[in-house]
């Protein structure tokens, strides 16, 4: 099968009251290779250079870019681009899945039980992290979906279909700060919000949930033309399922991602994954502008005319 | 007092008595110490009690100084009785501490390696990524050394059968060794006799091998290692230990923002530059040490701490992550991983602990609420430990309701019925009482595993019957001897104290933040005098009677907002009154310029720079930050304040120039106040020259008190003010303090001398100013009409004004940050 291929260009532009004389920047933003996803060219460009850039990967096995900077700027423009191949992910039904219940026992604690190398992989997603919490409320919200004997998948698909249909779609009720009790209590949030939601009820249940970051390929309304950075990042959860392994659902669309979905990288929650981290040394924070356009390979000249045209080549691919 | 004091301790039979066997019949170990205080007089031992006491207090008085700026000092207790522990008992306990030392070092090896001991069950993963204290980005990184614990601490309490329980390890920065030592220097000298006869271990060893430890395993190239002590700052509870510490280990204490992380690799900022930091002793807890990769918020530690680490640059003691093993509710594992890592049995048994994060050990939690401590199952959670025994009625259901809603977050542990220790309380009734006690004992890492601190803190609870024994809460400690089988060589502790070490922190580390402080203590102290001499000439003007603004004032008042004292007349309808623009011009906090707030910036440089200042010194600047308070509600009261705030900034100037040690961070003093009093008189002048024609000779007056040269202009001329006199005397004079050819002069000195003692190159723009001083034609001001010459001075002046600020940022980049200034690089570009 022929794979869909997809440029995203990522700009985030951080302008300062004062001059930043050090910064620190872990850079979170080269879309990750999977058995239906590569990653098949990808750079990042910043203005000012660096006086140092390296890349290593953390301890989810996500690319990070660190970059130093040395001298005085009043602004950060960071651009990263990437052209990437999709082929349709296995789709799990849930009829190949184990129930729910027997889930949740996979991962829990026995004295002296070995845990295989995927239940301790998963373990890490079962807790508490920093913006995900484990609460008998969120557990309670998600208990009609999770009836005894269900399987796995169908009632995670549940509770994503719940949350979709309660849950208001609203950018202005959060920020990045917004703890996922008040989400809960406002029933209103953006996708990140969504994302961490989802995640505390699973963990509450005893389910390993992570949190994906990534891109969306949008549509634009019906007669309109795509626009450059009309879109956004995105996020999303992985669930894990015993025997069958990770496993996408999108509550924010109410969707199991398949051709349209593009992972960066993941994590226990937004805080693992963030796609800009940084250290200033003076300066004044300021929330950066940021504009993501995701463009299909066929559409990819109509977008860019010369003037914004991106540098990247493609790579000869061998496909 | 009656003879025999030890028969009159209240022995009681249901505890350990750690002194007694039985009511006057002290343990076997303890007899010479009981014999010799029955033996010593009454008086001498209330002698000797006065003495801990005065000790304590002369060095509490560096520690109720750095302790808490706001006054909310805790004092450090001292019981003048140590804690003996025999010969033959520590063998057992030191082998115990030290193999629990090792085990907690394979365990996190193991947890930020291969994870065996989750993957084959012995440890819940719950217990290691249910904490916030295990550290993901620290994942996959190995000490250099192989010590993850270079220091480790143990808290020890012992039960009624005489038996010791480890109840908590403090593995990520423990506290108590500085403590520990001071307790050993002050209570040696009290009893010096019965010290010697006991064969009392020496505790200097154990900091020797610390020592040695973190230089010996950080990583180099070849360079001798450079280690640091890495402290939260001032406001630390256990700031005190920390510069007692770095001074007896002769590391340099430094706060986060001293090091900076270039290219992976760690560096002190000093004065002389960068320094290549090898091992840092941190006293940071973990979620501190690097915003970048841990916790965001904090501005405490050093961005990109974690990636140095990782590439193996600087050992990190203890390692980042290592505050995972702080949990409770690992206890009841331990004695499994002990035997998979290390293939031995566990030696000391931790106090009985159940994890309710499983279900038979919940049960038996809620069952035996009575018999058991809760405690959080992780530290650094918000939640306090109680006795189950003391919860009743309605506190016992939420308390129960809250542990079965979270039971992975409790643990219940055994009530330990702590050991008791004689107190010594002055009282001549009753010289002695009980008090519950524990241990806390510490082991350092050595080439072949770890060494036990030969001593101990002594922890006493705060009062009788109280149970909970927590330095964070105010206790009493003592110190801790412990006997050793073969008489002890005699080894001067004041020799060691006052050794090698202090003469180590030479002047080529003094950190960059110290040059800083002083360098900004400098500015402010010259802004808050220039501008509280322009405020009150300008209050004297008002409070005077003058009710129109004339020209005098209205040049007084260009002045003082030129000076950013005063705040821009604004919109005319809703402006304040002038009475009021100016009291606030004084008081105001939140004004960026008000004298109120250059005092409080000056007071905040001050406080980094303590130990720099003389108790004189320091005096002025406690009176500073008294002047405005209460804050001055009439312009006479503020013309009041002024005159104090004056006459204290003028102190300070002596102190700057007579009282201080004249080293490199010095000479940051001195640029700091002459690159302010520059750019203010250069200011003030050509707010005079810039003026009206008619007006000027209005302000001349002002001019002359604001530049504080009137005594001087009055005593050598007898005349009102005019201009080319007082333009000399200002701008020309190098023989007046205040002149502006004086502060260019003495910048020039200073900056030469800085280039000589630091190796850099001298900024060009100081000899440029000077000349262009020098060569200026003064009589042109002989004319009638001089306002050429006038606009020519403003414009030398405005330039003169602009170099002290270019300067300042250039003392900034090169000194203090460390970075690269723009102008410099698009010069190259």
């Not at chain 2, 009291?583 to 707030?597: E, F, K, N």
């Not at chain 2, 414009?795 to 203090?816: C, G, K, M, P």
């Amino acid at each position: 099968m022929k794979p869909l291929r997809y440029h995203i260009r990522h700009d985030t532009r951080y302008s300062y009251d004062q001059p930043v004389g050090e910064s620190h920047q872990l850079l979170r933003l080269a879309p990750r290779n999977l058995p239906w996803q590569k990653c098949v060219a990808h750079r990042i460009e910043t203005d000012p250079e660096p006086v140092r850039r390296q890349r290593f990967f953390d301890s989810f096995g996500n690319a990070v870019d660190a970059l130093h900077f040395e001298a005085d700027h009043d602004f950060l423009a960071v651009r990263s681009e990437s052209w990437v191949e999709l082929y349709a992910p296995p789709f799990a039904a849930a009829s190949e899945c184990c129930n729910w219940e027997a889930a949740r026992d996979a991962l829990r604690y026995t004295a002296g039980k070995p845990l295989t190398r995927d239940l301790l992989e998963a373990s890490a997603f079962l807790f508490e992290s920093t913006n995900a919490r484990l609460k008998r409320d969120f557990a309670d919200y998600a208990a009609v979906c999770f009836v005894p004997g269900r399987p796995l998948l169908s009632a995670v698909d549940a509770l994503m279909v719940k949350i979709f249909e309660e849950f208001t779609f609203d950018p202005e009720a959060t920020e990045v700060s917004t703890p996922v009790a008040e989400v809960f209590a406002n029933r209103r949030g953006v996708c990140q919000d969504f994302a961490h939601f989802m995640i505390s009820c699973l963990r509450s249940l005893g389910i390993a949930a992570r949190y994906v970051s990534g891109y969306l390929l949008t549509r634009p309304p019906a007669g309109k033309k795509r626009l450059i950075g009309a879109d956004a990042t995105h996020a999303w959860v992985s669930v894990f399922c015993p025997g069958l392994g990770w496993v996408d659902f999108d509550p924010t669309n109410a969707i199991r991602p398949q051709l349209e979905h593009i992972v960066v990288g993941w994590g226990r929650d937004f805080s693992d994954v963030s796609p800009m981290r940084g250290v200033l040394l003076g300066g004044g924070g300021h929330e950066p502008d940021i504009a993501v356009t995701v463009v299909p390979e066929d559409e990819f000249t109509e977008l860019y005319t010369d003037a914004d045209m991106p540098t990247l080549e493609l790579r000869p691919t061998g496909s | 007092m009656p003879a025999g004091i030890l028969d009159h301790y209240p022995f009681s039979p249901a505890r350990y008595d750690e002194m007694f066997v039985a009511r006057g019949i002290p343990r076997a170990h303890w007899e010479p110490f009981a014999a010799r205080l029955e033996a010593l007089p009454a008086d001498a031992l209330v002698q000797r009690s006065r003495f801990v006491a005065d000790a304590i207090e002369s060095d509490g008085v560096t520690y109720s100084v750095y302790a808490d700026p706001k006054g909310l000092n805790r004092p450090w207790e001292l019981d003048m009785l140590p804690q003996i522990i025999s010969a033959e008992e520590w063998s057992v306990l030191s082998a115990a501490v030290a193999q629990r030392a090792r085990l907690l070092n394979a365990m996190l090896a193991d947890l930020y390696g291969r994870q065996c001991l989750l993957s084959e069950g012995l440890l819940p993963p719950a217990l290691v990524f249910g904490q916030r204290g295990f550290k993901w980005p620290c994942m996959g990184t190995q000490p250099t050394g192989g010590h993850f614990l270079s220091l480790y601490a143990v808290d020890l309490a012992r039960s009624p059968d005489g038996n010791w329980w480890a109840i908590a390890d403090r593995t990520q920065a423990p506290s108590g060794t500085g403590y520990a030592l001071q307790n050993r220097i002050v209570v040696s000298q009290a009893f010096p006799d019965a010290f010697r006869n006991l064969q009392v271990q020496k505790i200097a060893d154990f900091f020797r091998g610390l020592q040695n430890a973190l230089v010996r395993m950080a990583p180099t190239d070849g360079e001798t290692p450079l280690a640091v002590l890495l402290t939260p700052g001032p406001y630390n509870e256990t700031y005190f230990e920390h510069a007692f510490l770095a001074r007896y280990l002769g590391f340099p204490l430094v706060e986060g923002q001293d090091l900076t992380v270039r290219d992976d690799t760690v560096y002190l900022k000093t004065l002389r530059g960068l320094r290549r930091v090898h091992a840092i002793l941190r006293r940071l807890d973990d979620d501190f040490c690097d915003p970048l990769e841990l916790r965001a918020d904090s501005a405490l530690g050093v961005a990109g701490l974690v990636g140095a680490v990782r590439a193996g640059k600087v050992l990190v003691a203890n390692a980042l992550g290592s505050g995972v093993l702080e949990s409770a509710a690992l206890f009841g594992f331990l004695p499994g991983i002990c035997e998979r890592l290390l293939g031995e049995p566990l030696a000391m048994p931790s106090v009985a602990t159940w994890w309710c994060g499983e279900k038979p050990a919940l049960e038996h939690v809620l069952e035996n609420l009575d018999e058991l401590v809760i405690k959080p199952a992780y530290s650094g959670m918000n939640r306090q430990t109680v006795f189950g025994h003391q919860v009743k009625g309605k506190a016992r259901d939420e308390l129960v309701a809250s542990i079965k809603a979270q039971p992975h977050a409790y643990v219940g542990q055994e009530w330990v019925r702590l050991s008791q220790a004689p107190v010594w309380t002055g009282n001549a009734e009753q010289p002695l009482t009980t008090r519950s006690v524990g241990l806390r004992l510490f082991a350092a890492a050595a080439p072949d595993g770890y060494t036990v601190m030969p001593g101990a803190l002594t922890r006493v609870a705060p009062s009788a019957g109280v149970e909970v024994i927590t330095m964070q809460r105010g206790g009493l400690s003592k110190d801790t001897w412990v006997q050793s089988d073969a008489p002890t060589q005699r080894s001067s502790l004041l020799k060691e104290r006052l050794g090698v070490i202090d003469l180590l922190y030479n002047s080529g580390d003094i950190p960059s933040r110290l040059g800083e402080n002083l360098f900004w203590m400098g500015r402010h102290s010259e802004r808050v005098e220039s501008s509280a001499r322009v405020l009150r000439a300008a209050l004297t003007r008002v409070a005077g009677g003058t009710d129109d603004i004339g020209d005098e004032l209205s040049g007084l008042l260009i002045a003082a907002n030129r000076l950013g004292a005063l705040n821009e007349d604004e919109d005319a309808d809703a402006a304040p009154s002038l009475e009021a623009r100016l009291l606030g011009a004084v008081t105001d906090l939140a004004q960026p310029g008000s004298v109120a707030a250059n005092l409080r910036a000056l007071a905040m440089n001050a406080n980094h720079v303590r130990e720099r200042l003389s108790s004189d010194n320091w005096h002025v600047l406690n009176r500073l930050e008294t002047v405005l308070k209460p804050s001055p509600a009439t312009l006479d009261q503020a013309i009041g304040a002024l005159d104090q705030v004056m006459l204290n900034c003028i102190s300070l100037a002596g102190f700057a120039m007579d009282d201080m040690t004249r080293d490199e961070g010095w000479v940051f003093l001195i640029l700091g106040r002459r690159i302010e009093r520059l750019a203010s008189i250069s200011a003030l002048v050509s707010v005079v020259l810039q003026a009206d024609p008619d007006q000027r000779d209005n302000m001349l007056e002002w001019l002359l008190e604001a530049g504080n040269s009137i005594v001087t202009y009055r005593s050598r001329y007898r005349r009102v003010p005019e201009l080319l006199p007082v333009i000399h005397l200002l701008v020309f004079d190098t023989a007046n303090p205040h002149s502006v050819a004086m502060q260019v002069h003495a910048l020039k000195r200073y900056l030469a001398r800085s280039a000589q003692d630091l190796g850099h190159p001298m900024p060009p723009q100081i000899a440029g100013l000077e000349r262009r001083i020098g060569r200026f034609d003064l009589t042109a001001f002989e004319a009638e009409h001089c306002d050429a010459a006038c606009a020519r001075l403003a414009s030398l002046l405005n330039d003169a004004e602009n170099t002290a600020y270019v300067l300042s940022d250039d003392v900034h980049h090169r000194f203090f940050i460390h970075t690269v200034e723009r102008s410099r690089l698009r010069s190259v570009a």
